[in-house]
C-alpha cells in the first residue's frame, strides 16, 4: 500500500465522534496514552498508539464509523455496489491524497473505505502535521 503522510499507516482506523475534539484529544492522549499525530481545524484529529490509529472528529452523536484502507477503491465500491450494498458517497478524490466511498452496512454503522493516491502533506491542504 502507498504510504500518505495525511493519514496513519494502519489498516482499519476507528473514526470516534465527539461533542468537542480538543476536549477529547486532551482526555484520551492523557488517560489512554494516545499521541496526537495530526489536528485538522478544530473539528478532527489522528491520534496514534504503536501501531494503532484512531480518528477523532466533531459530531453530536457520540457514535463511532470505520475507515479502512483498501488497494484499489473503485474495484472494492463496484463489488459492494453489485453486492447491494447502500452507498452513501461514490469514490471520489480528496486533497489529501485519498480516493474515497462511503457505505453503510446493515446495522447502519458507516464504512469509509479508502486508496492512497498521493502522498499529501497536510500543510498542503490546511492540516497541522505534528509528528510523522
Known sequence: MRRNRSIPDSVIIPELTYRDVREAVDWLCRVF???ERLQIGTHRSQLVSG???IVVKEGDNRGASILMRVADVDRHHAHSKESGAKILNPPADHAYGERQYVVEDI???RWTF???IADSHPRD???VLLED
Open 107 to 109: 446495522g447502519g454503522h
Open 125 to 127: 491542504w490546511g492540516g
Open 51 to 53: 501501531d494503532a490509529a
Open 114 to 116: 479508502s486508496q492512497t
Open 33 to 35: 496514552g494516545f499521541r
